[in-house]
């Protein structure tokens, strides 16, 4: 059996009760953080939450060389972690069909979402967000200023009246010269409003959502060029670009996220 666990959004103890009773009851346990990464614990926090030994996979070792994790699942139980919920935000939708074309049987424990929480933290509505998209480093991405499909993603919900989720990129493992297992860095909301300001409309309302799942989560909406002034603290973070405003979603903006009421179409 592989069983893939999400392990939800902040620290060891945002997995849930089922996906913590699968890490303590598998034989072998192997985990990826370079898609997403818990901030509040590491590896030695999660050995010790669950009393077991984490295998930790690069990229390579889990899209190209994943047959430890698949010969370890065919003759044991096996669990494979990842921030967030395993098959949302980080899919490994082609590790799980290998398992399937070897006859290894396979589930998937959920967790705790980088969207759910973005919809609860700041009122708005989640049957209201249209596609996400996310925005790269400039480096990453080999162009100055923001992809044209970015811009795209954000244009052609507002059409539609749909909010945009912007997921912010994270680089572990992989630098501006290629990789590295010590570098590490996570946009921040302020960066991304910056480059949104100059890219696309500085004037645009904007949410920040920080450090969603841990015990001191922010949220903070006003225009982009405004925001590219804030301070939001330790990642991770998202923005969320707003499409039209049900009233008690302005209303959350207002009293939740501090929206300035100018901002408020009425």
């Known amino acids: ?19 913590r009773d699968a890490v303590r ?7 990826e953080f370079y898609t997403s990464h818990l901030v509040g614990a590491d590896v030695d926090d999660l050995e010790a939450y669950h009393d077991t030994e984490i295998e930790v996979r690069d990229r390579v070792g889990v899209e190209q060389e994943p047959e430890p994790v698949l010969d370890a699942a065919e003759s044991g139980e096996v669990v494979f972690l990842t921030a967030g919920d395993t098959m949302i935000s980080t899919t490994h939708v ?3 069909l290998r398992a399937h074309e070897r006859g290894i049987d396979t589930r998937v424990i959920h967790a705790p979402t ?13 049957y209201r967000f249209g596609k996400a998209t996310t925005l790269p480093f400039e480096w990453a ?10 811009v795209e993603t954000i244009e052609d919900n507002k059409e539609r009246g749909l909010h945009t989720l912007c997921y912010l990129d994270i680089k572990v493992g992989r630098g501006p010269r290629g990789p590295d297992p010590d570098f590490e860095e996570y946009m921040t909301a302020d960066y991304a409003a910056a ?31 405004a925001l590219a002034d804030g301070d939001f603290g330790d990642p991770l973070h998202m923005l969320i670009l707003p499409g039209d405003l049900h009233h008690i979603e302005q209303d959350a903006l207002t009293g939740l996220a501090g929206l300035p009421n100018e ?3 009425d």
């Open 263 to 265: 901002h408020v179409d």
């Open 141 to 150: 991405h080999g162009a100055d200023g923001v992809p044209g499909s970015v």
């Open 94 to 96: 082609d590790l799980r």
């Open 114 to 126: 980088a969207e759910s929480a973005a919809s609860s933290l700041t009122g708005l509505q989640n």
């Open 25 to 31: 009851n598998a034989d072998r346990a192997f985990a």
């Open 1 to 19: 059996m592989l069983t893939f666990v999400g392990l939800g959004l902040y620290d060891e103890h945002s997995v849930t009760v089922e996906g």
């Open 195 to 225: 480059l949104l300001a100059e890219h696309y409309d500085p004037d645009a309302v904007g949410v920040v959502v920080a450090r969603a799942g841990s015990p001191d989560p922010l949220v903070r909406a006003d225009t982009l060029a």
